[in-house]
């Protein structure tokens, strides 16, 4: 199994940012891929982020393209989400996640493991 601990949420005005970041522990050397998903009151979840544990390849949606940046840091066993130019419209509830298999990534299905979830306010 797989713990993720999560931190980094905050408050922060449009066209600032922040970092998320997820440390993982446990049975890690079973987990391909990481991803970040958000959700915001009345909408559905979905994927931000992922990235390959092993191989290093990284995911995005099309809506945070040239904003956010995934990485990991292996000796750490953590996962950041460098978020840039944010927009009110980044705000919700974001949580990690850990997997077995991450071929479809965006796809909350797809992952075994999930943190408790960090809130992220950005305001005008």
């Known amino acids: 199994q797989v713990q993720l601990v999560e931190s980094g949420g905050g408050s922060v005005q449009a066209g600032g940012s922040l970092t998320l970041s997820c440390v993982a522990s446990?049975?890690?050397?079973?987990?391909?891929?990481m991803g970040w998903f958000r959700q915001a009151p009345g909408k559905q979840r979905e994927g931000v982020a992922a990235i390959y544990t092993r191989s290093g390849s990284t995911y995005y949606t099309d809506s945070v393209k040239g904003r956010f940046t995934i990485s990991q840091d292996n000796a750490k066993s953590t996962m950041y989400l460098q978020m840039n130019s944010l927009k009110a419209e980044d705000s919700a509830m974001y949580y990690c996640?850990?997997?077995?298999?991450?071929?479809?990534?965006?796809?909350?299905?797809?992952?075994?493991?999930w943190g408790q979830g960090t809130q992220v306010t950005v305001s005008s």
């Open positions: 446990g049975s890690t050397y079973n987990t391909n891929c």
């Open positions: 996640a850990a997997g077995l298999l991450g071929a479809a990534w965006w796809n909350g299905g797809a992952y075994n493991h």
